[in-house]
């Protein structure tokens, strides 16, 4: 509950973005900076906060980060400049670093054979992106214009002291709530013993499928209520909604991804992973528009007319943020099992890349779509960046069978069948 808040808390410009923009007079790309220096904030101090956890317990490093956190959400409601709101969105951004700290308590806890299904359950606390896009647009309408006690503000201004209020309320119960006594895996080691792990190349591989599966869900939970509004002609509040619709299963279907992993292995759900995510967003990266033909005699035709409708481009994105779900569980499955002394560092690393992932593409969604003049360009990069994790994984996969079964190396089927009756006739 308490990551859910602080994942609402990370992701709430997503929907606080629109009206910001009309207010500030802001430009897409101005806009796009707000959400993401929010994400890079929320990305940078994974690991050190991973660490801390596993060194002092998860308890305290929560707590205090939710305390924390609640000050500079505050203070978003008093921004009156572009320059004063990115500071402030940048500090509210901490909220992010919230993932690993989790990850790492709730490890420190879960029994191995289960922690597929208890970070995956842990992690659907991810579900925090939709919840501004519920509750935003009903109090941004019902509130705009009125003042409250101590010069509050309606509108959109009223969203982050709701969510500063929260935060406090809910520092409160974790503290007293969860279990006095902290399990602290790290305690011991030293610093050096922490980053070991951190010089394999498999953590940093890890770290790129996690920007596929996170750091994409983060970039289009807030990139995806503009687009909607600006490439359907829908309100706040139905873009808030739809978006809901791709946000629900990337987060609720993670515990059901652990429980694949856990029961089937996490290579086969990140195969299905992204397998789906390449044919969606191969088919949503596609523009609209039809092929014009030059005829000898001087006449043109137009021909394969195609255009991209709400709700199948709906339904495409329902079916990605599936796949992501899954693999966002099954990512953090490989971490316990490959490095269960320091999940906190490592899972801290690839929580932080990931969430890297998630500051880098909205404003690399933003400049492709002025470069190419297409809004699917988003699209177009998510294929390429799923397309590199895939093909690095195969061949990854490829080597170490080879490598485990080097006499099949060079075959290309199953051995040829002895003819019927050979070996009796051997025999006789």
């Not at 709530?177 to 030293?190: E, F, N, Y």
Request: overall charge positive; charged content about 10%; glycine content about 10%.
């Amino acid at each position: 509950m308490a990551f859910t808040l602080m994942f609402a808390v990370w992701l709430m410009f997503g929907i606080l973005g629109k009206p910001i923009k009309d207010e500030f007079g802001l430009t897409d790309t101005q806009l796009s900076w707000v959400s993401a220096v929010a994400v890079l904030n929320g990305s940078m101090w994974r690991l050190p906060a991973g660490m801390l956890a596993d060194r002092i317990g998860g308890r305290k490093v929560f707590t205090a980060m939710l305390a924390l956190t609640a000050i500079p959400a505050f203070l978003v409601s008093r921004a009156d400049s572009y320059g004063m709101l990115l500071a402030l969105a940048f500090l509210v951004g901490f909220a992010g670093n919230s993932f690993s700290v989790g990850i790492a308590w709730n490890a420190a806890w879960a029994p191995r054979e289960r922690q597929g299904f208890a970070l995956g359950l842990f992690g659907a606390g991810n579900v925090g992106a939709s919840v501004t896009k519920f509750i935003g647009p009903p109090i941004i309408l019902a509130t705009a214009g009125t003042t409250y006690a101590l010069g509050v503000q309606g509108g959109w201004r009223l969203i982050p002291v709701v969510y500063g209020v929260l935060l406090l309320l809910m520092a409160v119960a974790v503290w007293f709530l969860t279990p006095k006594v902290d399990r602290m895996p790290g305690a011991s080691k030293s610093l050096a013993e922490m980053l070991t792990p951190l010089r394999q190349l498999r953590v940093w591989r890890f770290s790129l499928y996690y920007v596929a599966v996170f750091g994409a869900y983060v970039a289009l939970s807030a990139w995806l209520p503009l687009y909607y509004m600006d490439n359907f002609d829908v309100s706040l509040t139905t873009a808030g909604l739809l978006t809901a619709l791709f946000i629900f299963p990337a987060s609720l279907l993670r515990p059901v991804g652990g429980w694949f992993s856990d029961r089937w292995g996490a290579r086969k759900a990140m195969y299905g992973t992204f397998f789906v995510m390449l044919a969606t967003t191969g088919v949503l990266m596609m523009p609209n528009g039809h092929i014009v033909i030059n005829h000898a005699d001087g006449t043109s035709t137009e021909h394969l007319a195609y255009a991209m409708h709400i709700v199948p481009f709906t339904v495409l994105l329902f079916l990605l943020g599936c796949s992501m779900g899954v693999g966002k569980a099954a990512v953090y499955k490989h971490i316990p099992e490959y490095f269960p002394g320091n999940v906190g560092p490592v899972g801290g690393l690839v929580g932080m890349l990931g969430g890297l992932g998630g500051f880098i593409l909205p404003p690399l969604f933003a400049y492709t779509k002025v470069w190419t003049g297409f809004p699917t360009s988003t699209f177009f990069v998510l294929f390429v960046l799923v397309a590199v994790c895939l093909l690095w994984m195969h061949l990854t996969v490829v080597r170490m069978l080879h490598e485990r079964s080097p006499e099949v190396a060079d075959k290309l089927d199953e051995p040829a069948p002895h003819p019927t009756g050979s070996v009796q006739e051997a025999r006789a």
